[in-house]
T-cell receptor, first 115, second 111 residues
Framework: SQQGEEDPQALSIQEGENATMNCSYKTSINNLQWYRQNSGRGLVHLILIRSNEREKHSGRLRVTLDTSKKSSSLLITASRAADTASYFCATDADAGGTSYGKLTFGQGTILTVHP | DADVTQTPRNRITKTGKRIMLECSQTKGHDRMYWYRQDPGLGLRLIYYSFDVKDINKGEISDGYSVSRQAQAKFSLSLESAIPNQTALYFC??????????FGPGTRLTVL
């Protein structure tokens, strides 16, 4: 079963706009990660946020984590056509204060950025 | 050269055939993973290995087997391929509990 559920399933925006993707999960986590996949290619890691962190930034990316609601969001600011891809959240479940070291992926959000 | 390589990149086979997908990495990571991705779905974990002597089943291991020949090599086998194993297969590596690094994928079609 998929731990992460992502919303929306698809998002279409214009270049320069912000894109927000949400991820909900079911069990306690050690960390949550976001990955990007260009069509049919391997996934590329974007950012990792640990369960004791609430917000993290990396360039144009901003990730938030709300463990009380078991949810996370990924914000891409000032989007570019090159940001067109699928974005996946992945959770590393909590194993009593440590990690199981394996990820459970959501179904992904397909982002299309129009020039 | 890519840090995580997969061979073959594409494979078409017939029902009942034995297939091996290979993964090699130059990152020096102990942890390696095999996933499958079906259209419109996220990745599902098939098997994972935290070191050469450690093999663990993932979410969907039925119909698959693996071999960890060395720290750098992790192979996935389909003993008797069936059409619903048609999918995109990814190998990944990681160090400790951090990010995973993915290979380019193998597109497998079982007729």
């Amino acid at each position: 079963s998929q731990q992460g559920e992502e919303d929306p399933q698809a998002l279409s925006i214009q270049e320069g706009e912000n894109a927000t993707m949400n991820c909900s999960y079911k069990t306690s986590i050690n960390n949550l990660q976001w990955y990007r996949q260009n069509s049919g290619r391997g996934l590329v890691h974007l950012i990792l946020i640990r369960s004791n962190e609430r917000e993290k930034h990396s360039g144009r990316l901003r990730v938030t984590l709300d463990t009380s609601k078991k949810s996370s969001s990924l914000l891409i600011t000032a989007s570019r056509a090159a940001d067109t891809a699928s974005y996946f959240c992945a959770t590393d479940a909590d194993a009593g204060g440590t990690s199981y070291g394996k990820l459970t992926f959501g179904q992904g959000t397909i982002l299309t950025v129009h020039p | 050269d890519a840090d995580v390589t997969q061979t073959p990149r594409n494979r078409i086979t017939k029902t009942g055939k034995r297939i091996m997908l290979e993964c090699s990495q130059t990152k020096g990571h102990d942890r390696m993973y095999w996933y499958r991705q079906d259209p419109g779905l996220g990745l599902r974990l098939i098997y994972y290995s935290f070191d050469v002597k450690d093999i663990n089943k993932g979410e969907i291991s039925d119909g698959y087997s693996v071999s960890r020949q060395a720290q750098a090599k992790f192979s996935l086998s389909l003993e008797s391929a069936i059409p619903n194993q048609t999918a995109l297969y990814f190998c990944a590596t990681s160090e400790n509990y951090n990010e995973q690094f993915f290979g380019p994928g193998t597109r497998l079609t079982v007729l």
